[in-house]
């Protein structure tokens, strides 16, 4: 069964400064990995996703995210953080099947002017 | 598209009390999938559809909690009766096989009294 794992549930970095929001996956074969952003009282919104292909990948608002298959991560990062970046953000693996997403506990971000 | 519609977007309601969430998924998705989400157990997966056919309702809590999806553009998860343990914000979310990625409706947020 796959599962996800999301070591901090904050992290707290300075506007201007690079961000890094951790993650880390376990699944059987090749994984599909996710990030969302929720904002307060808001649904999930999709930022990026990698399936095959290019290790780093590059979402909305600047985000990306690494794919390092031999330490089955999937981290999120942005090269400077603004204050709106301040949300919830959640992690997602699903295996190569149409299962559903299994979702991360989440990681909550705060943005400090 | 308007994305994912739910209604209502609060709900406070008593103890004993049925109550019914609704959903509308994006047009031309054939999967549809309820969560519920906590602070206490974060975001929970309660059932999924797949072509208006349940697929997996494992994560549906106790026999109190239903759900149905009549054609491909409505579901609906209902509760009776309604227990103060099940106040939390339920999202709805849809997805499109092979887009892999699933898309959030804005949620309703549930307080039984």
């Known amino acids: 069964a796959q599962s996800v794992a999301q070591p901090e549930d904050q992290v707290n970095v300075a506007e201007g400064n690079p961000l890094t929001v951790k993650c880390t996956y376990s699944?059987?074969?090749?994984?599909?990995l996710f990030w969302y952003v929720q904002y307060p009282n808001r649904g999930l919104q999709f930022l990026l996703k990698?399936?095959?292909?290019?290790?780093l990948v590059k979402g909305s608002y600047g985000f990306e995210a690494e794919f390092n298959k031999s330490q089955t991560s999937f981290h999120l990062k942005k090269p400077s953080a603004l204050v709106s970046d301040s949300a919830l953000y959640f992690c997602a693996v699903r295996d190569e099947g149409n299962t559903p997403l299994v979702f991360g506990k989440g990681t909550r971000l705060s943005v400090i002017a | 598209d308007a994305g994912v519609i739910q209604s209502p977007r609060h709900e406070v309601t008593e103890m004993g009390q049925e109550v019914t969430l609704r959903c509308k998924p994006i047009s031309g998705h054939d999967y549809l999938f309820w969560y519920r989400q906590t602070m206490m157990r974060g975001l929970e997966l309660l059932i999924y559809?797949?072509?208006?056919?349940?697929?997996?309702d494992s994560g549906m809590p106790e026999d109190r909690f239903s759900a149905k999806m009549p054609n491909a553009s409505f579901s609906t998860l209902k509760i009776q009766p309604s227990e103060p343990r099940d106040s939390a914000v339920y999202f709805c979310a849809s997805s499109l096989l092979g887009r892999h990625e699933q898309f959030f409706g804005p949620g309703t947020r549930l307080t039984v009294l």
């Open positions: 699944v059987s074969g090749n994984p599909y």
């Open positions: 559809f797949n072509n208006n056919v349940p697929i997996d």
């Open positions: 990698y399936i095959t292909g290019d290790n």
